[in-house]
């Protein structure tokens, strides 16, 4: 999440997705977020965003 940027977070699917080309797969990876994990994103940023 430290190197994350809002573009990749989806927050009504509440996912975060690192694009192809920064994995070693050359896939998109999806991960699931928890409401604490989009609480502590939007605090750590001071960003207010729903």
């Given at each position: 999440m430290a190197?994350?940027?809002?573009?990749?977070?989806?927050?009504?699917?509440?996912?975060?997705?690192v694009p192809a080309a920064r994995f070693k797969s050359g896939r998109d990876h999806v991960v699931p977020l928890t409401e604490e994990a989009l609480f502590?994103?939007?605090?750590?940023?001071?960003?207010?965003?729903?």
């Open positions: 190197q994350a940027s809002w573009s990749e977070v989806d927050v009504d699917r509440k996912t975060l997705t502590s994103r939007r605090r750590g940023t001071g960003d207010d965003r729903p």
